[in-house]
């Protein structure tokens, strides 16, 4: 069963452009559809992948369609499949990962990550208003155009209609309540996107133990003091607080503060 594509493959109406993925992992690929020329993104899964990967593959599509078309939103437009392959075709961004961005330069300046911050907290707050809790807010999961962010990969979101899956997000950037079984709320979003800004800032990976050079996400307030700059510290100690309650409590609160910040850099 041929998984893996290369420039001139076709997937239906699709003729692979180049791999997107990373190294190792191509899952995900520039495309041009043959009747309009247009570029679009396909996320690639093989049938025999795992049932998790599948159900996530399929998710997202239904999420799109009740997510639509957001600025801050990297949109799907259809779910498509052969014999051999599942794929979801998503909008073309042409940009990086934020994650890809601090790989490169080791940490963003503090104005571009407020920026991406601000953009992904008004997508947030757009998919809040439709019921979208996405859960998986992180630096890899946001593209980077030059001038503006995009969030995607809704694969773990709850939303309406959807039984919630155990799998909630990635280590490091989970918040603490969704460890007591928790029922996720936008609050969850707003701590990931925190985690986000101090990943961007420092290049800092965090666990939640001890680990190295790997920082203890237990302690966000030992790590702001010591690492972020002083403009930022409240901002960031708010959004990350371990109290959901003590929180911002809207998305859009959160992109007003960060909106607040960037005027005074």
Do not use: W
């Not at 779910?79 to 392959?85: H, Q, R, W």
Request: charged residues 25%; neutral net charge; glycine residues 8%.
């Amino acid at each position: 069963m041929k998984t893996q594509l290369f420039p001139g493959d076709r997937l239906g109406l699709y003729e692979i452009v180049s791999s997107q993925g990373k190294e190792g992992v191509p899952s995900v690929y520039k495309a041009k559809k043959a009747d309009t020329n247009d570029y679009v993104a396909l996320k690639v899964r093989s049938r025999s992948s795992s049932p998790e990967e599948l159900k996530a593959l399929c998710k997202e599509a239904k999420i799109g369609k009740i997510l639509g078309k957001h600025p801050n939103i990297v949109a799907v437009h259809e779910l498509c499949s052969n014999e051999d392959l599942i794929y979801l075709v998503m909008n073309f961004i042409d940009g990086r990962s934020a994650d890809d961005l601090v790989n490169d330069e080791e940490s963003v300046s503090p104005k571009l990550a407020l920026r991406i911050a601000r953009d992904v907290a008004l997508g947030l707050g757009y998919a809040h208003s439709k019921g979208v809790i996405h859960r998986d807010v992180k630096s890899a999961n946001i593209l980077f155009d030059g001038s503006r962010a995009l969030l995607f990969d809704f694969g773990l979101a709850h939303a309406p209609g959807f039984i919630p899956t155990g799998a909630v997000g990635s280590a490091g950037f989970i918040p603490p309540e969704y460890s007591h079984d928790i029922r996720p709320d936008v609050r969850g979003d707003i701590y990931s996107l925190g985690v986000t800004i101090l990943h961007m800032l420092t290049g800092a990976e965090f666990v939640r133990s001890e680990c190295g050079s790997i920082h203890d996400a237990r302690d966000y307030k030992k790590f702001i003091s010591k690492f972020i700059p002083d403009a930022l510290k409240p901002l960031c100690l708010k959004a990350v607080e371990q109290d959901p309650g003590r929180r911002y409590q809207s998305a859009g609160a959160f992109a007003e503060a960060l909106d607040d910040v960037l005027r005074k850099l």
